[in-house]
């Protein structure tokens, strides 16, 4: 049962243009959500974060959006660069749960020159 | 930030072996570590939330006899892969929750580097 969906499996952005990237979930005591990106062989590092109690959520080119009542969220990369590439993971979290994340499936950024 | 280091990085080993993995956070302390694996190409799965002091929590489907862990301190959790076969080859990350950083959100876990487990 996979809570935490990206249905995007890769995703091919030019250099400069926004990067979006997607993810929709399906269990409703998610109260926090927060993305990571990921380089092969390491471990994820935290991005962005947003509570549910926003819909937005801004840091530098990185923002995250919350739709609610869709149970989507998504994530902007604006202007994308070839460092971005790498694998994003949605997560999320029930907080009050000792803070365990649930992931989502993950989406592969490949930022093209 | 803070860091969250993993020995071995890689590791080859026999079928029918035990493996031991070290997660360890280095600059803070962690009441509460996570072991997840990651299959290629596939989403993160947490395996069991390890309690210092204390027996860890196994998600449905771990096999506690099989994934022992220890986390016999502040700083430092062990996933031991006990008798692996092929089949446990996967790439296992742990995480450490900064205690005293309260849940302020998205840093409040921190990542290793993750270790990737071949079993012949």
């Known amino acids: 049962d996979q809570q935490v969906k990206q249905n995007s499996p890769s995703l091919s952005v030019q250099e400069g243009r926004i990067s979006i990237l997607n993810c929709d979930y399906t269990n409703s005591m998610f109260d926090y959500f927060l993305w990571y990106k990921k380089y092969p062989a390491e471990g994820p590092t935290f991005l962005i974060s947003?509570?549910?109690?926003?819909d937005k959520n801004e840091d530098g080119r990185f923002t995250v959006f919350l739709n609610k009542s869709a149970k989507h969220l998504s994530l902007h990369i604006v202007p994308s660069q070839p460092g971005d590439s790498a694998v994003y993971f949605c997560a999320a979290i029930v907080t009050g749960t000792a803070s365990k994340l649930t992931f989502g499936t993950g989406t592969r950024l490949q930022v093209t020159l | 930030g803070a860091v969250v280091s993993q020995h071995p990085s890689r590791v080859i080993c026999k079928s029918g072996t035990s493996v031991k993995i070290e997660c360890r956070s280095l600059d803070f302390q962690a009441t509460t570590m996570f072991w997840y694996r990651q299959f290629p190409k596939q989403s993160l799965m947490l395996m069991a939330t390890?309690?210092?002091?204390?027996?860890?929590?196994?998600e449905q489907g771990v096999e506690k006899d099989k994934f022992l862990i220890n986390h016999a301190s502040l700083t430092l959790s062990t996933l031991t892969v006990t008798s692996a076969h092929p089949e446990d080859s996967s790439f296992y990350i742990c995480s450490a929750r900064d205690q005293l950083a309260g849940f302020q959100g998205g840093d409040t876990q921190y990542f290793g580097p993750g270790t990737r487990l071949t079993v012949l």
């Open positions: 947003i509570s549910s109690i926003k």
């Open positions: 390890s309690n210092e002091g204390s027996k860890a929590t196994y």
